[in-house]
Structures are given as structure tokens and as C-alpha cells.
């Protein structure tokens, strides 16, 4: 049984030593940030509809001179709804954030199960290297926080997916 652990542990070394695996981990790495940043450019757009859209349905009703406090609770939804209309000129990013989230998703899951392998067959590389503890506690968070934006679907703290552009 040992035998085996320190043949697999001389091969996942000479493997995380090797050139073509760091510059897998450097391309992996690269797509993640594009990934990140074109997911925040998402955001700032949807951010920018938003306001866009807040700013001139606030004109809309200042321009009606409608008193909110004169309307009944029941009257103010047809009220709203009347002045908020679906613009379908607006572009629904929806599908573009689902895939660029999974995408980073599936790149943070890769540089997981190289953090575990590396905790299991190499743990000595985190007693010489500390900056190995610092980048796995990054991914680690990283992770986290990109799955429960994923589904939690609170795209204001996407925000907190910048500490991926770190690593």
C-alpha cells in the first residue's frame, strides 16, 4: 500500500514540476479572469439598464404629477404597472452570465481537485511554499462565493467575484 502512495506521489510531483502542466494552470487561469471580467461587464450593463430605466420611469411619473398618497394601495399596483412597460430593445444577459458562471465554476472545481491532490499526495508543498496556502484558501473562496451567486442569483454581491481576478 505504500509502495503505491509513494508511486503515485513521485508521479502527481513530477507532473505538478512539469512545464505543460503549469501552462495549463496559467491558459485555465487565464480564461477564469476573462470569464470574471466579461461577467462583470455583464453586470455593469444590466446595472446601467437599470438605472437607465429607474431614471425615466421616475420622469414618466413626476411628468403625470401623480400622487402616490392620494392613491389607494390597491390602485398603485395598476398605477406602476401602467407606467412600467417591458422595452424589449432591453438585452436579457441571462444565458450569457449562466454559461460564463459555469464556466468559471468548472475551472475553480479543476483548481480544487489539484489543491486536494496536492493536499493528499504532496502535503510537504504547502510547509515550503506558503504562498500554495494563500492560493488554495483563494480558490476556496473563491468556489463559495461563485456557487451561492449562482444560485442565490444576487447580482449586486457579484461584486465579491473579483478576489478570483487575484489569483
Known sequence: MKSYYKLISRFVKKTIDSQWFNHCINFLTIINC???????IIEFIELSIINREYTKLTKDILKESIRFDLIEPNDLNETLSN???YDPTIPDFKIAYSILSIIVL????????????????????????????????????????NLSLFFEKVR???V?????LIR
Not at 476573462?34 to 462583470?40: A, G
Not at 465579491?160 to 478570483?164: A, D, E, K, V
Request: overall charge positive; some cysteine.
Open 83 to 85: 407606467f412600467i412597460k
Open 34 to 40: 476573462l470569464s470574471v471580467i466579461v461577467v462583470l
Open 156 to 158: 449586486v454581491l457579484s
Open 160 to 164: 465579491i467575484s473579483l478576489i478570483t
Open 106 to 145: 468548472t475551472i475553480l472545481c479543476l483548481f480544487l481537485i489539484e489543491i486536494v491532490i496536492k493536499l493528499i499526495f504532496l502535503p510537504s508543498i504547502f510547509k515550503r511554499r506558503k504562498f500554495e496556502i494563500a492560493e488554495a484558501l483563494i480558490v476556496f473562496i473563491s468556489f463559495v462565493l
